[in-house]
């Protein structure tokens, strides 16, 4: 089942019945030992599990899984989220799924987004550091990423270890961090990545997603304390806002030295990168978009309940 055993001489970690082989020294690792032709048993999902609280990232390649089999193996890891309609009500999906999210470079007809559109300013907010879905108040805990189409060059996906960059700061900087609440906004990292495009959003936008509300240190699956930010986080409760995200951006650009930090190269269709939103950053990196189709298509899986460790109601009882 879910038990765990080190095998430091290869670098291989067994957990029941996978084999998993780590990437950096305190995250990541390729996993081996399902077979997604089929459905999963439970205590193989025990076991995906188990990995994925391990090592926070978790990179599947070749699992020849379509979009039905990537929901369906989603829905075994929980409840999942479905994509807000930013562009209005009336706009078709792209995909049959509504919990399929769109995160490639084609519109509706598979054509590559235009340069300048919105479309195209609102994904360069993907290449800033993230965690999917923390301007909801009930956030994500899983990614998975499938790809589809993959460039021949670039298009990798960056990872940062929020749970190793908190526990490695000073106890005193802890402590002061604790109390702290954060107000994460959607269209706040966009205008951090498109400050002209986003200097004012649509009643439509603003409404589909208004802010969120989390405590800045949250509690990570092993037991441990983890930060919780993201490019998202626009304030911090109680505290001047230019003062908050200088403090934003200072943790933010902790978190992402490169000794918390790895890179995923995407190596062919059905490669499914599987991460941890409540314990990780992750980032898109640049390619060729107005040459190649990037088609890459995302679930994301709720955390359970509301929050676990939730905003106190006298601290962010905007909710």
């Given at each position: 089942?879910?038990?765990?055993?080190?095998?430091?001489?290869?670098?291989?970690v067994?957990?029941?019945s996978?084999?998993?082989?780590?990437?950096?020294?305190?995250?990541?690792?390729e996993?081996?030992?399902?077979?997604f032709?089929?459905?999963i048993?439970?205590d193989?999902?025990?076991?995906?599990?188990?990995?994925?609280?391990?090592?926070?990232?978790?990179?599947?390649?070749?699992?020849?899984?379509?979009d039905?089999?990537?929901?369906?193996f989603s829905?075994?890891?929980?409840?999942?989220?479905k994509?807000?309609?930013?562009r209005?009500?009336?706009?078709?999906?792209?995909?049959?799924?509504?919990?399929?999210?769109?995160?490639g470079n084609?519109?509706?007809?598979?054509k590559i987004?235009q340069?300048?559109?919105?479309?195209?300013?609102?994904?360069?907010?993907?290449?800033?550091?993230?965690t999917?879905?923390?301007?909801n108040?009930?956030?994500?805990?899983?990614?998975?990423?499938?790809?589809?189409?993959?460039p021949k060059?670039?298009?990798d996906t960056g990872?940062?270890?929020?749970?190793?960059?908190?526990?490695?700061?000073?106890?005193?900087?802890?402590a002061?961090?604790r109390?702290?609440v954060?107000?994460?906004d959607?269209?706040?990292?966009?205008?951090?990545?498109?400050?002209?495009?986003?200097?004012?959003?649509?009643?439509?936008?603003?409404a589909?997603?208004?802010?969120?509300?989390?405590?800045l240190?949250?509690?990570?699956?092993?037991?441990?304390?983890?930060l919780?930010?993201?490019?998202?986080?626009?304030?911090?409760?109680?505290?001047?806002?230019?003062?908050?995200?200088?403090l934003?951006?200072?943790?933010i650009?902790?978190?992402t030295?490169?000794?918390?930090t790895?890179?995923?190269?995407?190596?062919?269709?059905?490669?499914?990168?599987?991460?941890?939103?409540?314990?990780?950053?992750?980032r898109?990196?640049p390619?060729?978009d107005?040459m190649?189709?990037?088609?890459?298509?995302?679930t994301?899986?709720?955390?359970?309940g509301?929050?676990?460790?939730?905003?106190?109601?006298a601290?962010?009882g905007?909710?």
């Amino acid at each position: 089942m879910a038990s765990s055993n080190g095998h430091s001489k290869l670098g291989i970690v067994r957990i029941g019945s996978l084999t998993c082989k780590p990437l950096h020294p305190t995250f990541g690792a390729e996993v081996e030992g399902v077979d997604f032709s089929k459905p999963i048993p439970p205590d193989v999902i025990e076991d995906v599990i188990a990995a994925e609280d391990r090592f926070g990232v978790t990179v599947y390649r070749n699992t020849g899984l379509d979009d039905l089999g990537h929901v369906q193996f989603s829905r075994q890891l929980g409840d999942l989220e479905k994509v807000p309609k930013f562009r209005g009500p009336n706009v078709p999906d792209r995909f049959q799924y509504p919990e399929l999210f769109d995160a490639g470079n084609t519109d509706l007809d598979g054509k590559i987004i235009q340069k300048n559109s919105r479309r195209w300013w609102y994904n360069k907010g993907n290449a800033l550091w993230h965690t999917d879905s923390s301007f909801n108040q009930h956030r994500s805990k899983y990614s998975l990423l499938l790809s589809h189409i993959i460039p021949k060059e670039g298009g990798d996906t960056g990872y940062a270890d929020v749970r190793q960059a908190f526990r490695d700061l000073p106890e005193e900087r802890k402590a002061q961090l604790r109390p702290l609440v954060v107000k994460h906004d959607l269209w706040h990292s966009r205008k951090l990545a498109a400050p002209n495009e986003y200097k004012s959003v649509t009643e439509h936008e603003a409404a589909a997603k208004p802010p969120a509300y989390h405590k800045l240190v949250q509690i990570a699956p092993d037991g441990g304390e983890t930060l919780y930010i993201a490019a998202h986080a626009a304030e911090i409760v109680g505290m001047p806002k230019e003062e908050g995200l200088k403090l934003i951006t200072e943790l933010i650009e902790h978190c992402t030295q490169p000794r918390y930090t790895m890179f995923v190269k995407w190596k062919q269709p059905g490669d499914l990168v599987f991460w941890d939103n409540r314990q990780t950053m992750h980032r898109a990196t640049p390619f060729s978009d107005q040459m190649e189709v990037r088609d890459m298509r995302r679930t994301t899986v709720f955390d359970d309940g509301l929050e676990k460790n939730g905003v106190p109601e006298a601290a962010g009882g905007q909710r």
